[in-house]
């Protein structure tokens, strides 16, 4: 699977718009973007995927570069409880063969 | 309800000895996956299994082994031949070729 890169942190405000990048310069054409985010000390919980269109669903929203190689989950609106690990992960399987998932980005939200 | 339970949630061994780490879904899924997490990374992919009594190597199997006698079960052993086996050992599922995987609570595995 293709590599992606995220910064390691990143802290925002409660009830404000948060905005995670992740570049994927080597994204081949079948690859899906998908985003999964972890609370400490549970397991990782699907947040959104998406091909070449953006996408929005409950928990957030993804934009993706026209050329692919960036995408960012846009969390609307930040709560407390949006703090978290946040991975974003590359797959052209579906997923089926196993997911890889990097260090991903950790998302601090002061009250 | 339906989700996919992981027991026991903490775990500890004496160096040496085997363990099998239980994972058991209930949502009818045929995919099932077993990842290993250490402090602070991302999680690697143990073994795989997409379809009953077949399962497949992933990134880190050395050490490792499991069995798929039945789609809602998908038991990890960690065998003595796993060199460093402190870890969170988390199982996941999904329906084959759909996206999301579901994740269970994970076991925290301590070897002492």
């Known amino acids: 699977d293709a590599k992606t890169t995220q910064p390691n942190s990143m802290e925002s405000n409660e009830e404000e718009p948060v905005h995670l990048p992740c570049n994927h310069s080597?994204?081949?054409?079948?690859?899906?973007i998908h985003w999964y985010r972890q609370l400490p000390s549970q397991g990782p919980e699907y947040v959104i995927h998406g091909l070449t269109s953006n996408v929005n669903n409950r928990m957030a929203s993804l934009a993706i570069a026209e050329d692919r190689k960036s995408s960012t989950l846009i969390l609307h609106r930040a709560t407390l409880r949006d703090a978290a690990v946040y991975y974003c992960?590359?797959?052209?399987?579906?997923?089926?063969?196993?997911?890889?998932f990097g260090k991903g980005t950790h998302l601090i939200i002061q009250p | 309800d339906g989700g996919i339970t992981q027991s026991p949630k903490y775990l500890f061994r004496k160096e040496g000895q085997n363990v099998t780490l239980s994972c058991e879904q209930n949502?009818?899924?045929?995919?099932m996956y077993w990842y290993r997490q250490d402090p602070g990374q991302g999680l690697r992919l143990i073994y795989y299994s997409q379809i009953v009594n077949d399962f497949q190597k992933g990134d880190i199997a050395e050490g490792y082994s499991v069995s798929r006698e039945k789609k809602e079960s998908f038991p990890l052993t960690v065998t003595s031949a796993q060199k460093n086996p402190t870890a969170f050992y988390l199982c996941a599922s999904s329906i084959i070729w759909e996206v999301e995987q579901f994740f269970g609570p994970g076991t925290r595995l301590t070897v002492l």
């Open positions: 080597t994204i081949s054409g079948t690859d899906y």
């Open positions: 992960i590359l797959n052209s399987g579906g997923g089926a063969d196993g997911l890889t």
């Open positions: 949502l009818n899924h045929d995919a």
